[in-house]
């Protein structure tokens, strides 16, 4: 049960990160001439938003489960984290449509938007499997 803290961790993270990006996306898309300024409060948002994920997981491994565990108890949390940054990178991969009906210069600016989202909505799952497969070995 303990490791499900991580599994929480990492949906607050990855659900969060989705919300944000949204409105982030919604934004440039209605304003693209405020690009700029939503990309600076779309970072400020994200890192309000991962202060709880990695909270969760630092006292998840500061304090340590009282019992044994082995690698069949961290195959349901570890499948779980997986499916959400599959959920994760199928969202994101999903909005490069709406940007296909702006201009040339807005796109080019909403390609690398759309990959750094994609890689730092997946920095707090990742981080989980690997304070998961620490606890279990």
Do not use: C
């Amino acid at each position: 049960m303990f490791l499900y803290l991580y599994v929480l961790a990492a949906a607050i993270a990855v659900f969060g990160m989705i919300v944000v990006f949204r409105s982030t996306m919604d934004n440039m898309l209605t304003e693209p001439e405020k690009f700029p300024q939503h990309l600076n409060r779309f970072f400020t948002k994200f890192s309000i938003l991962e202060i709880l994920p990695i909270a969760m997981i630092v006292l998840g491994f500061i304090f340590p489960p009282s019992e044994q565990l082995d690698m069949s108890d961290a195959l349901i949390p570890i499948v779980i984290i997986a499916l959400l940054m599959i959920i994760h990178i199928f969202y994101i991969f999903s909005q490069r449509s709406p940007a296909g009906n702006v201009e040339k210069e807005l796109k080019q600016r909403i390609q690398p938007f759309i990959f750094m989202a994609m890689a730092l909505g997946n920095a707090v799952p990742i981080i989980a499997i690997v304070f998961i497969l620490l606890i279990v070995s």
